[in-house]
């Protein structure tokens, strides 16, 4: 790849790293010449901070690499600079506490909607900043890969047919936004096949952040690139996680998916397989 970008978004999670527990030294060396060299990466991911190499991802760096090092997490929740070696939330989008329990009520009600009208059996995650994961495969445990598995596209569809769900994913959203507008609030979701995730932001929100931060010292989205694993189509132009970087403002960027998953991407992506090895081989050749 001859292009030079002068800033990378990636995703974390089978990107990367294999997992949230895998070491993360091989990203590390990556990483660092070009952050040496003022290349800006930005980490942009569901996760929160402390999943991170245990909250300390960015102690791996000297201070001045840490100048160009960014997070965008939580689906858009937070986006962080490193100050002072300690992350730093420059831009959130948190709700107060009556916000918070209202998308828990929002996703409360629709765990009830599934199970009373479709059989659907649920169970949810409370404990995110401004969202909540609903899972929809409650019996399939993706142990440390936290990330979309190539068979559970497939065996989300055979779970919604069964129980009634017949327009599959695009009927869940559906569903989580109207009963958001029942609730007086509108919500962002999406789904990566194990999870409905409903919250107020997601990872366009995180990507615009950046893009607008980085106008000041000249970058375009032209000059980024966006990589990750969850590009693929889960149901008719309804696409996985990672295709939310792809965004007005980012748009003129250049996407790139290293999952080997099988099915169609948006048409932007340019799909290549590999994994993370992929990936940090394009940072290293980047240097």
């Known amino acids: 790849m001859n292009k030079k970008y002068k800033a990378i978004f990636f995703d974390w999670d089978g990107t990367a790293v294999t997992s949230r527990t ?3 030294e091989d990203a590390v060396v990556a990483m660092k010449p070009l952050l040496q060299q003022g290349t800006k990466l930005v980490i942009v991911s ?5 999943k991170i190499a245990g909250g300390k991802f960015h102690t791996y760096f000297t201070e001045e690499e840490q100048k160009n090092l960014f997070f965008g997490l939580g689906r858009g929740a937070y986006n962080y600079q490193i100050t002072d ?8 989008m948190i709700p107060d506490q009556e916000g918070l329990l209202k998308i828990h009520d929002i996703c409360y009600a629709i765990h009830v909607k599934l199970l009373w009208e479709y059989g659907l059996k649920t169970d949810i995650v ?12 409650v019996e399939n445990d ?3 890969q936290l990330f979309m598995q190539g068979d559970e596209v497939e065996h989300l569809r055979q779970i919604l047919k069964q129980h009634g769900i017949e327009s599959g994913l695009k009927e869940l959203i559906g569903i989580a936004e109207q ?5 007086g609030q509108r919500v962002s979701a999406t789904c990566d096949a194990k999870y409905l995730e409903v919250g107020i932001s997601c990872k366009s929100d995180n990507v615009d952040v950046f893009l607008e931060r980085f106008k000041a010292e000249g970058i375009t989205a032209e000059d980024c690139s966006f990589w990750g694993d969850e590009f693929v189509e889960i149901e008719h132009e309804l696409y996985g996680s990672d295709s ?5 403002k980012s748009k003129a960027g250049d996407f790139f998916d290293v999952s080997a998953i099988e099915g169609n991407r ?22």
């Open 22 to 24: 895998a070491p993360v």
């Open 46 to 50: 569901g996760t929160t901070y402390d």
């Open 85 to 92: 070696d300690r992350p730093e939330i420059f831009a959130s």
């Open 126 to 137: 409370f404990s995110r900043p401004n969202y909540c994961k609903i899972d929809l495969m």
């Open 142 to 144: 993706r142990g440390d």
């Open 179 to 183: 009963t958001g507008e029942k609730f």
């Open 244 to 248: 939310f970087m792809y965004t007005e």
């Open 266 to 287: 948006p048409e932007a992506v340019k799909v290549l397989g590999g994994g993370v090895e992929t990936f940090l081989t394009f940072l290293k050749e980047q240097a």
